[in-house]
């Protein structure tokens, strides 16, 4: 059930060797998080250019090299099998004449919560794989919309989940993933899959944003940890940047970022 008509299917990235769980939901635990990609043509650049994404998972969207918008953690969470929030993008200006791409970076979010805790969202009945269903009109005509044709593949984000992090491995990064011309031809099939269930409605709350910046009110080598403390107790993400002129090593050591509210005496456990 729906709130407006789609041409859209839905589809997931399960033909990805390993992407696929095939199991019950319980034993499910989150992997890459998977670039849905799709191209088309418009023969001028629209008045009017619309993206109409629902995505249960937490997503991000890319139209030809660039993100669309500077939201983040969208959609908001609802119970997925009742009701399920689609997100309108303005992609306007970024569109041209000749060939397009739009490209999904597809998360867990509160849709595939693998965590075991006391609210028991890993028991939710909505559980499955990052899906989505994609429609893009131009001047009120649908121009693209997601099916088997569109592409799959990993990206560096190689583990998701929303009380367990991220791990994003460089070496797997892929330059250009989401400009018009990349070579997507080694990339696999989207495949069709069921809903969840729930009615398709328009998300209409303002949505998350990044609204202000930190910088460390200390700094402190605390064994073989380095602590940042940044005076406030907060909701938000860590941005960290390195310097170097030589290639990451495929055996380089891992960075770990850590979040917490108290130090303790072994920082390191």
């Not at 990609?37 to 418009?42: A, E, P, Q």
């Not at 998972?57 to 030809?64: A, L, P, R």
């Not at 090593?249 to 770990?256: G, I, M, R, S, T």
Request: glycine share 8%; with cysteine; charged share 20%.
């Amino acid at each position: 059930m729906t709130t407006r008509q789609w041409k859209g299917h839905w589809v997931n990235c399960n033909k990805i060797p390993g992407a696929s769980y095939n199991g019950v939901a319980q034993a499910r635990y989150s992997s890459h998080a998977p670039y849905l990609r799709g191209v088309f043509n418009l023969a001028s650049v629209p008045k009017n250019a619309t993206a109409y994404v629902c995505a249960p998972g937490w997503h991000e969207v890319y139209v030809n090299g660039h993100k669309v918008d500077d939201r983040v953690l969208a959609p908001t969470v609802t119970e997925f099998d009742h009701h399920v929030s689609y997100l309108e993008y303005d992609i306007a200006h970024l569109l041209r004449p000749g060939k397009n791409a739009i490209v999904l970076l597809l998360g867990s979010g509160w849709f595939n919560c693998t965590t075991r805790e006391v609210w028991q969202f890993y028991n939710a009945p909505w559980r499955n794989d990052p899906m989505a269903m994609v429609d893009v009109v131009c001047d009120g005509a649908t121009v693209a919309y997601s099916n088997e044709e569109w592409k799959c593949q990993n990206g560096p984000i190689t583990m998701n989940s929303l009380r367990n992090g991220e791990d994003y491995d460089y070496n797997q990064e892929i330059p250009g993933f989401s400009e018009p011309d990349f070579d997507d031809s080694s990339w696999y099939g989207a495949q069709d899959c069921n809903p969840p269930g729930g009615i398709v409605m328009k998300e209409e709350i303002e949505p998350c944003r990044t609204f202000e910046r930190f910088s460390p009110k200390r700094i402190e080598k605390v064994g073989a940890s380095i602590v940042y403390d940044f005076g406030v107790n907060m909701a938000g993400f860590g941005e960290i940047t390195f310097e170097s002129d030589a290639p990451v090593a495929e055996d380089a050591l891992p960075v770990k970022i850590q979040y917490g509210e108290r130090l303790y005496d072994n920082p390191d456990e």
